[in-house]
């Protein structure tokens, strides 16, 4: 794997842009990009994490507040067990080459799913880096890693119902904010952009609840390709949505 360095250059200034405060991505795409290159797929995974190096330090750069990444479902325990075996030994090891990196860049990283069947040693890996990077107050990444929409819900609703059942909350106060606080996103705002590589128009059980009013923008490049162009391209997209939720158009517009 290659650690190229996350080169922090001044922000751009693009006149018209909007620079969406959190930014979702479904990194989609890595096998596929394999394929059409004749090589295995977990050459796809490895250039995928160059990808998410090229997409860290784009957010640096533009100032984006908060990204999310979707880098292992809780679906993709269906896939084989090398496949699977590799994908999690590359967590592994993008965390050794660039935790330094990512503290010197000030971004403070979360890993957000089910901590349930992942080996002792990840799970004191995912704490160790959330740690030392606790106190970071540049980008703030998040690993969307053994991730589901559904059983993030369906864990806050447990942990909610433990909570009326102990009497320390009443069914009547139950409100969004309580439902709010009781998911893995507690106190991270919604996203603003989710993006889908790979030409898939899905969104795969990720952030069902946070993205109720995301704008969705799905491009066709592989993950592996990601670039600052598609960047760009997709901002330029998001500048031309009209955000409503729910009400009717803004003053003047
Ligand atoms: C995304 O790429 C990475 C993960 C889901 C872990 P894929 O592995 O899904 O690649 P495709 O969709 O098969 O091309
Ligand atoms: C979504 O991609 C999950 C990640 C990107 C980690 P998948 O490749 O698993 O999604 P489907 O199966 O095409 O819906
Ligand atoms: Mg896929």
Same mark, same amino acid.
């Given at each position: ?10 922000? /751009? ?5 909007? #620079?969406?405060?959190? #930014?979702?991505? +479904? ?15 977990? &050459? ?15 957010? +640096? ?21 090398? &496949? ?9 090891? !993008? ?7 990512? #503290? ?22 995912? &704490? ?45 106060? +139950? ?28 969104? /795969? ?25 598609? !960047? ?22």
């Amino acid at each position: 794997m290659s650690s190229d360095p996350v080169i922090v250059r001044q922000p /751009s200034s693009k006149p018209g842009l909007k #620079i969406p405060g959190h #930014i979702g991505v +479904i990194m989609d795409g890595n096998g596929r990009w394999a394929k059409a290159r004749g090589k295995p797929r977990t &050459e796809g995974h490895i250039e995928g994490v160059n990808a998410l190096r090229r997409m860290v330090e784009l957010c +640096i750069r533009y100032g984006v507040k908060h990204l999310t990444v979707f880098s292992f479902s809780s679906e993709n325990w269906t896939r084989p067990k090398d &496949e699977i075996n590799f994908i999690f030994s590359l967590l592994r090891r !993008f965390v050794a080459s660039d935790l330094q990196k990512l #503290i010197a860049h000030n971004v403070r990283v979360r890993i957000i799913g089910s901590r349930d069947g992942l080996e002792d040693s990840l799970r004191r890996l995912i &704490e160790d880096v959330e740690n030392k990077t606790a106190r970071n107050t540049g980008l703030n990444l998040h690993v969307a890693f053994n991730y589901g929409g559904k059983a993030e819900i369906t864990e806050a609703v447990r942990r909610i119902a433990e909570e009326v059942a102990a009497g320390s909350l009443r069914p009547a106060d +139950i409100d969004e904010r309580a439902v709010e606080r009781a998911l893995y996103t507690s106190g991270i705002p919604d996203p603003d952009l989710i993006i889908r590589t790979s030409g898939e128009q899905r969104v /795969s059980n990720f952030l069902l609840w946070q993205g109720a009013y995301s704008e969705l923008v799905f491009v066709e490049d592989n993950w592996p390709d990601f670039d600052e162009r598609t !960047f760009l391209r997709v901002l330029d997209e998001y500048a031309l949505r009209e955000r409503r939720f729910g009400g009717i158009e803004a003053a003047g517009q």
